[in-house]
């Protein structure tokens, strides 16, 4: 089994590259996204609270996943220590735990791809939310 998990700034392109993974992995992929179960449970209110919530569904979720047998894909930013409590559930499973790093996308890419999603009326952040996780994550590398 594999557990994908994606990280990179919002606009990179990973929940478009996991949809498409999904689609060509013919049923043995399930996608789980903290942002997808944020807005089901707490139609989009963030607060720690609420954020443990989210966590503690998107991790039930890849340990029901990875228990059928099937291989999951997260496709959060994996920012920061996101990761850590990822690679501990494939590990209980044996799942080789696979990175994808979309950290190279450019910054100017994800602010405009962000701006056309909220044009259309879809969900983005703001585009200080994005400024300043490459600032924190993605310059310093």
């Not at 894909?73 to 990175?99: Q, Y």
């Amino acid at each position: 089994m594999k557990f994908y998990s994606t990280t990179g700034l919002p606009g990179s392109g990973k929940s478009t590259l996991a949809r498409q993974m999904v689609r060509d992995a013919e049923g043995q992929l399930v996608r789980v996204n903290r942002d997808d179960l944020r807005t089901m449970l707490h139609v989009d209110v963030w607060s720690k609270e609420n954020e443990k919530v989210t966590m503690l569904a998107r991790n039930a979720l890849c340990r029901m996943i990875l228990g059928r047998g099937q291989d999951v894909i997260v496709d959060d930013t994996g920012f920061g220590g996101a990761m850590d409590a990822l690679r501990r559930i494939a590990d209980e499973f044996n799942a080789e735990f696979v990175v994808i790093d979309m950290t190279d996308v450019p910054l100017h890419v994800c602010v405009e791809r962000n701006a056309a999603r909220i044009a259309r009326g879809e969900r983005g952040v703001p585009e200080h939310v994005i400024w300043d996780m490459w600032e924190k994550f993605v310059r310093v590398r």
